[in-house]
């Protein structure tokens, strides 16, 4: 039993092993925890746990993962989900409030996950009787994703409530004064920890809870909560002896990696009320830390250990020097540190010490507590099962299968402690770990050190002594034709350190030995692997000798001078938005985003929140493992076996009259032929999530390889090879400047500089929306589909579901509230999964729903296009481009879907902002093997500024020029003024109003108020005195392309109350388009209001969910112009009923309207005079509009709406050379959003977008290995931003007086021109990199005979900026950085400088 938001909950008949997620799904009301990935590696279903401490009986409270905690280990706690914290029925939690105040939701998916992590941080705070600072707070999201926000509104909300933080140093809030003095978090008792629970803890008899389980074999699965050792040996060895399978059950972090949830395991022991497990004590000899011990409880633990005084601590004297990673209060420090950096912190409160170490060994996990531990010294106590002895191993031994053979521990032995000698004052100890995330990703390398340090050596001389060395490295290896983690001893390194004095000759010989040591074999980052480790080694050996500790030689600069960015500095932001506000209305108010309260409560509902009808049935993919094969049977007998599973569905299900296709493009569910990994087969169904996604794991496909088939086509160069390519349209494949009988080789040669075959390439990029793709469905009752689905365009799902069931698509209904984010990712591509849905719903004749597992979901959809681009450039001295030839493959799926847009976007964008007279390029589209791709917000029109700015770059190094005077050089010129308005002209032919032109205006504006100038004096001094940091900056523009995307209708009614109801031509996926809707309708419709009541009160107004039916014809939302479209269609209906009904019977009223003394009572006096309420309506109430999508400066329908808006940034990185690890210190983004609408929104996408495509140009992309499977399918390898990946300062400013006088109510669009002006990043980074590079030349041949030719010249014809430009490539990961910077031969630098 345990307690839900204070209420009684039975585990009764559900299986103990069903994770709580599941349970709160199928067996209460509460919707609030999301499901993002099923991983516990994005926080969505983050929850609150409260428990007694087995020991001290204090209430102990932690945020754990709903999707990976299984029932059975909660016996005796108490759970508050969001909801528990607060809702709209008991009031709001000051969290939840600070959450919407600071804008800091936006498709609200992630929300009540990161409620939850800030409200259990401030609540552990203050159990403590402490304040939460504002950088703990920051650490408390490491185990949160968010896609939309960028994190800083989320960040700046809750350090609000954090000690010493004024509100007005944050960012835009829309908080009222009683909202700002609301900080009280505390919940009732009651909800926390009822009494009922405290009596029923105090008076719990006995070990056993049974249930039975969904699985194959056996009709019972039982759960053992054992208190005792002995008792835990007992039960183990009966379930042996009776033939059952047992398996222990920590934290069960493990299965949200391995996907190894125990199916068929009898019996389930719980280690985490065993006493001998769960205790921490600090004898003479050490530390001794039971198996079961969570990772967050040491942790806490050795913190505070370390933080007392010396006098309160054991073994040492008031008299010790303790030093940074020296003594037992820096060992603590530096152990707790690192342990810190391991998962996120839901995975660190449940995952056990014990439990890693296990997985390291059954599972070669990438364990950090290996290495640490193995440095340390420590030893891991394993106790038999049968003879209850304990016997004490090295962590070597126990990841050795030859003294503890693979699959006996949880068996035959039990990893019961750890002990950690006793670190004596001497102790000196280092560790770190490089990885693709600073939180929450697994080591690429990492590294422990443990030195006795003595300052009198053994031959009598002074100075730092290393006595006893102990080193341990983590890192792939090759076995066999697998790589798999492996737990290596730096024996070579420990033999170069021990017994020597610190010095240049002995750090030498150290970093030397690494490679002896770090043996990776032929995996694809060998070199990698090695250059890291001694990176790491040498940070540590040089971090000991800053201490300020006496040595015997004067060393140099490059080592008593090395840094780290091991830790993240707090982050802050700042938004400079000028007064868009126009008179008497709500546009251009920094309105809060429409229902945020509700969203950060849990109670905004999402397609899967739809309720669940008496036999409702869930759903899961069966999909293809092969990238080509056919396939002629498939056997479902072993899933059909599964308590739960009620059938397999298939292309044989599609009823007569249907097409098995998604709107003509690629089947609904493949027959006999898979062309992708991951494209549909078939769906399994069954009566909960777990039991379908279990027993669709049990299908079995039979797959045939063909020789007629061929090999799969998986990159760029097999599709060229083979001549694999979609048809493009014409004029999107191909466009020229060039004028008749002109030719682009006559252009070339006749400029004074050319560059000949330049290469580059634009990694891809998956849309990674918090919401997976999900959908629901079922009959009308009459015939008819009703489908829920998270999509972009329900009028796509419509039709969809309509031609897969052969009905008319008036039968068909979609709907759609609202998604927990998109990017494109669910335009055509929530098709698919909406259509098998009703497919089942169809032939079962219950309701069906599926959300669709986060692996499968990256499997079958494809994102954003790979390109290889080959350019050829003329210039002259000055930096003019004359010339320009571009040559794009891109990288497309099986079919062409949404590629298109790709290929459309780079068409209408690559000439950005520069004026190039002979100007061409050839776009074709590789066919390949992958799946369909679909449009990833800015498709093509990120990467066209990409591009664009390489070349920028590139010409300015091949004449050493600033990139900065060659930009400005090319930029295109604005016309003279005069009379008339004049037009620019794009160099690829299009035309804008000079009005419309701000690049000049904005560009420069930047420069000024982000100080470029005074920054890059700052930026070279730094790189001057900095050996191993240094740092970049850059600045670059952006052109972006609205066009509007279909026209767009609205539905606006008047209720009799008063009330209004706004039905828009778009859906919410977190962009502000309800917000923006209804401030429209709001200004619109106050106009039948005297002035000084303008606006109307904003409650009055609700925006309705997306709905086929009240609605139809909404075509699609794409292009980030569907918001204005949309809100124009709103504002014409608004326009008709102020019109033709509120402005006349306000005037018939002029004297009751004159009296009322409030903006509401006005309003309802004048509709309810215009409704009639006694009689049936004589006047007009509703109102249906269609914007046809034209320009707003035009006659109707003469001229479809497009037009162009700019941006610029400033961004400043740094990097480490040694490490690879790389931030962006500092982001200034400037963007034109002409007449924003609602400029808190348009900031908050700002921001967003900005971040979002830091993750493409820093860490995201989409790799297969040589056999065509996905590398990136999971959270454990797919890494979006972190909120310690952001900027740590971001600054927003948006232009002042700059009209779109061509667009919607003088706005221009927000969603993706952030991502185009986030390009200096990637330029800035090619500059640090310069910079580290030629700074090592330098430092080489300083030192080194060779100096610098061998490793960075090449034949003295390329210099040091066009090598980084040609070989640097996003994403700009840790091993890029290394990669690119080179070999820096750091043993011989540290031995060629000894003396």
Request: one cysteine or more; hydrophobic letters at 40%; a negative charge.
């Amino acid at each position: 039993m345990f307690a839900l938001n204070g209420q009684r909950q039975w585990i009764g008949d559900v299986a103990p092993s069903t994770v709580l997620y599941d349970f709160l799904r199928t067996s209460t009301s509460y919707t609030g925890t999301k499901n993002g990935c099923g991983e516990g590696g994005c926080g969505a279903c983050s929850v609150q746990i409260h428990e007694l401490d087995n020991g001290s009986g204090q209430l102990k409270t932690r945020c754990i993962n709903a999707c990976l905690c299984p029932i059975g280990s909660l016996d005796g706690c108490s759970v508050v989900t969001v909801e528990g914290l607060g809702n709209a029925q008991i009031g709001f939690n000051a969290v939840q409030e600070r959450i919407a105040g600071f804008h800091g939701s936006q498709c609200g998916f992630c929300t009540p996950g990161m409620v939850v992590a800030c409200h259990t941080a401030l609540s552990i705070a203050h159990s403590k009787g402490e304040s939460c600072s504002a950088t703990q707070m920051e650490k408390a999201f490491d185990g949160n994703l968010c896609r939309c926000t960028g994190y800083r509104p989320i960040l700046d909300a809750c350090k609000s409530l954090t000690a010493g933080v004024d509100v007005e140093d944050l960012g835009m809030h829309c908080m009222d004064k009683k909202m700002q003095e609301h900080k009280d978090i505390s919940l009732p008792k009651d909800t926390v920890f009822p009494a009922w629970l405290i009596e029923y803890n105090q008076g719990k008899q006995g070990d056993l809870i049974k249930a039975e389980a969904l699985r194959p074999n056996g009709p019972t699965q039982t759960w053992l909560a054992p208190k005792s050792l002995s008792s835990l040996l007992q039960e183990v060895r009966a379930a042996r002896c009776g033939g059952q399978s047992v398996r222990l059950v920590g934290g069960n972090t493990g299965p949200g990696v391995y996907k190894d949830w125990p199916v068929d395991i009898d019996v389930l022991i719980g280690t985490t009320g065993v006493k001998e497990l769960i205790g921490i004590t600090n004898r003479e000899e050490g530390l001794f830390i039971g198996a079961a011990v969570t990772q967050s409880t040491l942790i806490d633990y050795l913190l505070e250990a370390a933080s007392k005084p010396l006098k309160q601590r054991k073994h040492q004297t008031n008299s010790d020097k303790e030093r940074q990673g020296g003594g037992a209060s820096g060992v603590y420090t530096a152990l707790a540190h690192h342990l810190q950096r391991i998962a996120g912190n839901q995975v660190r409160a449940a995952a056990t010490m014990g439990g890693n170490l296990v997985l390291a060994k059954e599972k070669a996990l990438e364990s950090d507590v290996a290495t640490l531990l193995s440095a340390l010294q420590a030893q891991v106590g394993v106790t038999s099962v049968d003879k209850e002895d304990l016997r004490w191993l090295t962590v070597f031994d126990l990841l050795n299968d030859k003294v503890v053979p693979m699959g006996t521990l949880g068996t035959s032995h039990i990893v019961t402690s750890i002990h950690i000698p006793a670190i004596k004052p001497t102790h000196f100890f280092w560790s770190f770990k490089v990885a693709q995330r600073h939180f929450n990703a697994h080591a690429f390398v990492n590294m422990g050190m443990l030195l006795d340090i003595d300052q009198t050596g053994s031959d009598g001389h002074k100075g730092l002594h290393v006595q006893a060395a102990h080193v341990s490295f983590g890192f792939n290896q090759m076995k066999g034709e697998k790589a798999e983690w492996q737990l290596q001893q730096g024996e070579h390194v420990e033999q170069a350190l021990q017994s020597h004095k610190a010095s240049m000759d002995t750090i030498g010989h150290a970093v030397a030995a690494v490679s002896q040591d770090v043996r990776p074999g032929q995996v694809p980052d060998a070199e990698f692997l090695v250059s890291a480790a001694e990176g790491i080694l040498f940070e540590g050996l040089a971090s000991l000798l800053h201490q300020g500790l006496p040595t015997d030689s004067l060393l140099p600069n490059f080592v008593l001078e090395v840094d780290s960015i091991h830790d993240v500095p707090p982050s802050r932001g700042k938004q400079v938005v000028p007064n868009f506000r126009r008179p008497g209305g709500a546009l251009g108010e920094a309105f809060g985003k429409e229902r945020a309260l509700l969203q950060a409560s849990g109670e905004a509902i999402y397609t899967l929140d739809q309720p669940q009808s008496k036999e409702g049935l869930w759903a899961c993919y069966v999909a293809s493992h092969h990238p080509l094969a056919r396939f002629d049977a498939v056997d479902t007998s072993a899933a059909m076996q599964l308590p739960g599973v009620v059938a397999y569905i298939s292309a044989d299900d599609i009823p007569k009259g249907g097409v098995n296709s998604a709107l003509g493009q690629e089947p609904v569910f493949a027959e006999g032929l898979v062309e992708w990994v991951g494209q549909p087969i078939g769906l399994l169904v069954a009566a909960n999530r777990a039991a379908a996604e279990r027993g669709a794991q049990l299908v079995k496909v039979n797959y045939t390889f063909p020789q007629e088939l061929g090999t799969p086509i998986l990159q760029i160069s097999e599709a060229r090879k083979a001549k694999a390519y979609h048809k493009v349209a014409p004029g999107m494949d191909h466009q020229s400047s060039l004028k008749e009988g002109q030719s682009m080789e006559g252009a070339l040669k006749g400029c004074q500089h050319q560059i000949r075959g330049g290469r580059w390439t634009m990694p891809s990029q998956l849309h990674f929306y918090m919401e997976p793709q999900t959908a629901l469905a079922q009959g009308d009752g009459e015939g008819g589909m009703e489908v829920w689905s998270s999509s972009q365009s329900p009028h796509s799902i419509m039709q969809g579901t309509a031609m897969v069931l052969g009905l008319p698509q008036s039968r068909c209904t979609a709907r759609c509230r609202r998604m927990g984010g998109a990017f494109g990712g669910k335009t055509t591509r929530s098709v698919v999964p909406a259509a098998a849905v009703a497919v089942a719903a169809n032939k079962l004749k219950r309701q069906v729903r599926m959300s669709v597992n986060r692996g499968q979901d990256l499997r079958m959809n494809g994102g954003r296009a790979r390109i290889e681009l080959e350019y050829d450039v003329g210039f002259d001295d000055s930096g003019n481009i004359h010339a320009l030839d571009l040559r794009l493959f891109l990288l497309g799926g099986i079919i062409m879907g949404g590629s298109t847009v790709d290929v459309m976007s780079l068409a209408g964008m690559l000439d950005q902002a520069y004026a190039i007279p002979a100007y061409q390029f050839d776009i074709k589209l590789c066919k390949t093997n992958r799946p369909p791709h679909s449009a990833v917000r800015a498709p093509g029109k990120f990467e066209s500024p990409l591009i664009m700015e390489h070349i920028i770059e590139h010409v300015a190094a091949r004449l050493n020029l600033d990139p900065v005077t060659v930009r400005e050089l090319n930029f295109l010129k604005a016309p003279p003024t005069g009379p008339e308005e004049g037009t620019v002209t794009m160099a690829l032919g299009s035309t804008i109003p000079a009005s419309l032109y701000t690049l000049p205006r904005l560009w420069d504006q930047l420069k000024t108020e982000a100080q470029y100038a005074k920054r890059l004096a700052q930026v070279n001094e730094f790189n001057k005195s900095s050996v191993w940091l240094k740092r970049g900056i850059s600045i670059t523009p952006c052109r972006f392309k609205g066009a509007m995307v279909g026209p767009k209708p609205a539905l606006v009614t008047l209720y009799p109350d008063g009330s209004v109801l706004v039905t828009a031509g778009g859906t919410e996926m977190g962009q502000g388009l309800f917000t923006k809707a209804k401030q429209v309708a709001l200004h619109e419709l106050s106009r039948c209001l005297p002035e000084a009541q303008r606006p109307m009160p904003a409650h009055l107004v609700e925006v309705a969910d997306n709905n086929t039916s009240a609605l139809p014809n909404t075509g699609m939302d794409a292009g980030s112009t569907t918001a204005e479209g949309a809100c124009e269609s709103v504002r014409l209906a608004c326009q008709q009923l102020v019109q033709n009904t509120l402005a006349p019977t306000a005037a018939d009223l002029q004297e009751e309207v004159q009296n009322q003394n409030s903006a509401e009572a006005t309003w309802k006096a004048i509709v309810k005079a215009a409704s009639n309420p006694m009689a049936f309506p004589n006047k007009q109430l509703t109102a249906y509009a269609l914007f046809d999508g034209s320009r707003q400066d035009k006659p109707a329908g003469e001229e479809k709406l497009m037009y162009s808006s700019f941006g610029a940034s400033c961004s400043e990185v740094e990097i480490n050379m040694l490490t690879g690890e790389r931030r962006v210190l500092r982001a200034d983004i400037m963007l034109d959003a002409g007449n924003s609408l609602s400029p808190a929104i348009d900031a908050g996408q700002a921001e967003g977008g900005f971040v979002y495509a830091l993750g493409m140009l820093l860490q995201e992309d989409v790799t297969y290995d040589a056999k065509g499977q996905p590398e990136f399918d999971s959270t454990w390898n797919y890494k979006i931003p972190s909120a310690a990946c952001v900027p740590r300062e971001m600054i927003i400013r948006m232009l002042e007086n700059s009209p779109n006088k061509v667009g919607i109510m003088t706005s221009k669009s927000t969603g993706e021109p952030p991502l185009l002006a986030s390009v200096s990043v990637i330029t800035a980074f090619q500059a640090a990199i310069t910079a580290a590079k030629q700074g090592l030349r330098d430092l080489q041949a300083s030192g080194l005979e060779h100096g610098a030719e061998s490793a960075h010249s090449n034949g003295g014809t390329e210099s040091v900026r066009e090598q980084v430009l040609r070989q640097l490539e996003a994403p700009v990961t840790v091993k890029e950085v290394k990669r690119v910077i080179g070999d820096l031969h750091l043993s011989q630098l540290l031995l060629a400088h000894q003396q």
